[in-house]
């Protein structure tokens, strides 16, 4: 068992009409929950490493934590760079054994995202690697804006055959409404699905990506509220609008922020109720096997993946 590209994955999720979850890791737990349930439902499976999280937990610990996830589990899985900024993060993944990076020159100009993007590509494509781009603008990467509800950050279907022409991209991610963090919509949530149409039928078979996919679980956002947080108002995508992306060209969903409240629910749930606890394997462990449900559910009923190993 190995490390894989994505190629094969998003192959078999765009013809079969479901989407591989891309879940980010930062630290052994977070990675053991992703793991164990995509190895449990044999579903495929993209671990995925940002910036922050190289920052935070050390880039040869994750990579570590990426082989251990393996040999414990059995099964093959791609370990993604999301959001890498520039060629140099780019290439520095490249040559540490990721099997896909994600070069986001998405802030800069049509013609300047071209070629910063075809300039990882040539070099992750000669090393077998393959990368995934974007266009359109996410809310909440670089900034803190949360909520996309600016015309002029979708991405622009007219685009996105030069794009994937020029530079040779395996998939590309757009931006249809969705955001990153907890707070997504203002009012009821609304996605383009006649963009995400309209690309596809621009790029036929081609993998399409969506970020800020987080639905935002309403009952660990809840239960953070009654154990002393304090997450007003935070709102993410429905399932149902997910699956019709996964059922679509999108065959990669993005998924952090249900992560991160699915540990803290967890974390607070026990200190609230166990004041007294103060191994943190008494409330990691409870925080382990709720982000590992989360996962567990969005496989089986979200993305469609289960038993597509
Ligand atoms: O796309 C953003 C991910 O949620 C990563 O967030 O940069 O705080 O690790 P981070
Ligand atoms: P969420 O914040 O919706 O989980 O999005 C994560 C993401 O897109 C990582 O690239
Ligand atoms: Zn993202």
Redesign the pocket.
């Known amino acids: 068992m190995a490390l894989v590209t994505t190629t094969e994955m998003f192959k078999k999720a765009y013809e079969g009409g479901y989407a591989i979850g ?1 879940f ?1 890791i930062n630290n052994m737990e977070i990675v053991q929950a992703i793991t164990e349930a995509a190895s449990e439902l044999r579903s495929p499976v993209i671990l ?1 490493v ?1 910036a922050g999280a190289r920052k935070y937990a050390k880039p040869a610990y994750l990579m570590a934590l990426a082989d251990a996830a393996i040999k414990d589990t059995g099964i093959d899985m791609a370990l993604h760079l ?2 890498g900024a520039d060629f140099e993060i780019c290439k520095s993944c490249i040559d540490n054994g990721f099997t896909s990076v ?1 070069i986001d020159a998405s802030k800069y100009s049509l013609e300047e995202n071209i070629e910063i993007t075809k300039k990882v590509v040539d070099y992750a494509h000669e090393r077998g690697v393959v990368v995934e781009a974007e266009l359109g603008k ?1 809310a ?2 670089e900034d803190d804006v949360h909520v996309a509800d600016d015309d002029a950050m979708y991405t622009d279907p007219n685009d996105v055959e030069e794009f994937v022409t020029k530079t040779n991209v395996d998939s590309l ?1 757009i931006a249809i409404g ?5 707070y ?1 919509f203002k009012g009821e949530p609304r996605l383009r699905f006649d963009i995400l149409e309209e690309v596809s039928r621009r790029l036929p078979g081609f993998p399409i990506v ?7 679980v309403p009952e660990l956002v809840d239960e953070i509220n009654a154990c002393g947080g304090n997450l007003p108002g935070a709102k ?2 429905p399932e149902e609008m997910l699956r019709k992306a996964a059922s679509m060209a999108v065959c990669k969903i ?7 409240l699915a540990m803290t629910a967890g974390i607070r749930r026990v200190l609230k109720e166990k004041p007294e606890v103060f191994d943190p394997r008494g409330y990691l462990t409870v925080a382990r096997d709720e982000v590992k449900k989360m996962v567990a559910h969005k496989i089986e009923y979200v993305l469609g993946s289960a038993g597509k190993l």
Do not use: C, F, P, Y
């Open positions: 891309a980010n995925q940002s999301d959001h994600m996410l909440g990467i991610a969705t955001s990153h963090g907890a997504k969506l970020h800020g996919a987080s639905s935002v993410g995508v993005n998924i952090d922020s249900d992560i991160r």
